[in-house]
């Protein structure tokens, strides 16, 4: 469903991502895992468009989106939840979800606010609460609702798990696997490696921009070194 292959992407003169090549086949959840600062975030965003690959291609659904507008991309069915969660702060939780409403498309599921409320019931109960009157993992909860919105085919999630309570975790854990119920698409950007044992089926680990490994899971268990080296603090 989706393709990176010989991506290179940079920020000014910096060099982020080199030769990076991976995919994600259609109805699973692949963890793109790596340190702080290894270049996981400008990986979704070089998917996404925010930030252009100088050389290589991003495939979507066999489509070469490489140097499209990143509206474009989303309306193409990708959904992008960034990492900073960027939630309206003045807007309630109903307003938000109402921001990223986009008209249904062919083979997505149509999410409407109930659909949302089932997955988190916690923004149910919050539903008329301003943005910036939510916890830290509600927030997270709102912008995948956010997302989920925009009845998206393939979902990017930028380190759902980072800065939030433990409980919370575990919840976004099952939101994943339930996504993944649904047909979803879903890359996962992860430090936690315990989080992403529970949800992924694919690996792909990258250092300094580079990659280096893509497998199983099973693979990744039965190479701890490779482990050891790229993901242990």
Do not use: C
Request: hydrophobic letters at 40%; glycine letters at 10%.
């Amino acid at each position: 469903m989706l393709e990176v292959k010989d991506v290179n992407s940079f920020y000014g003169k910096a060099h982020v991502l080199n030769d990076l090549n991976f995919r994600v086949d259609a109805g699973t959840v692949v963890a793109l895992l790596g340190r702080n600062g290894a270049g996981k975030t400008t990986t979704m965003k070089s998917i996404m468009q925010l930030v252009k690959p100088r050389s290589g291609t991003v495939t979507y659904k066999g489509q070469n989106i490489t140097g499209w507008p990143s509206h474009k991309v989303a309306r193409d069915g990708l959904g992008y939840v960034p990492e900073e969660r960027r939630i309206f702060t003045q807007l309630t939780v109903l307003e938000n979800l109402e921001v990223g409403r986009q008209p249904p498309r062919d083979g997505s599921t149509t999410w409407t606010e109930t659909m949302v409320f089932d997955l988190f019931p916690n923004l149910a109960e919050r539903r008329n609460n301003l943005g910036k009157a939510l916890s830290g993992g509600e927030q997270q909860m709102l912008t995948i609702a956010r997302t989920l919105m925009g009845n998206p085919a393939f979902i990017l999630l930028d380190e759902p798990s980072e800065g939030i309570a433990p409980v919370i975790v575990e919840q976004m854990a099952r939101v994943i696997l339930q996504l993944k119920s649904e047909g979803l698409t879903v890359l996962l950007s992860e430090q936690n490696l315990h989080f992403a044992q529970a949800v992924a089926d694919g690996v792909v680990i990258i250092e300094h921009g580079t990659q280096k490994f893509v497998g199983s899971l099973s693979e990744l268990q039965a190479h701890p070194e490779i482990r050891d080296q790229y993901l242990s603090v």
